[in-house]
């Protein structure tokens, strides 16, 4: 996948955080020397906690998934982070907004014009990962939680 968002898609660099492990924080700022400024939160847990410290002031982080977390039934082991995360927001002046695709249901039809131009024109481009019939959607399901897809992945029910 890395070789895919560098190679493929230009990116400056691409962090594994499952080959990373305990060295994620460490990768993370070797990727990013100067700090980040944006940083798209989809993904909750070690990513977060590896990003956090290396925001830069006035960062922003739009929020729209947090899909490590997904399976939690109960608050996560270790001290309570939020005073600390509070004292980073406001020292360092961070810009935090969650995103629901509903709040901006009356801009639908623009983004389709919009999207479906640049996926024709070639500047936007994704990846899908396709599984055949509805009797393997459970398993299917299950992979996404495993990492183990490659692009958006959709169960195909009929033709």
């Not at 594994?16 to 944006?38: H, M, N, Q, T």
């Not at 004292?87 to 014009?113: E, W």
């Not at 992979?143 to 692009?151: I, W």
């Amino acid at each position: 996948k890395c070789d895919y968002v560098v190679n493929e898609l230009g990116f400056d660099a691409c962090v594994d955080y499952r080959a990373a492990g305990a060295d994620l924080f460490k990768e993370v700022r070797s990727a990013a020397p100067k700090g980040i400024d944006v940083y798209f939160e989809n993904v909750g847990g070690a990513v977060w906690e590896a990003v956090w410290p290396l925001l830069n002031p006035f960062a922003r982080v739009p929020v729209c998934g947090l899909i490590a977390q997904y399976n939690a039934t109960g608050l996560p082991d270790g001290p309570n982070q939020v005073p600390a995360l509070m004292r980073s927001v406001l020292s360092k002046r961070l810009t935090l907004r969650g995103f629901i695709v509903s709040d901006f249901a009356d801009q639908h039809a623009a983004f389709l014009r919009d999207v479906s131009g640049w996926i024709r024109d070639g500047r936007l481009r994704y990846r899908e990962d396709v599984a055949e019939g509805l009797e393997n959607a459970p398993r299917t399901f299950l992979r996404l939680f495993r990492g183990e897809n490659f692009g958006k992945l959709l169960v195909k029910v009929a033709e």
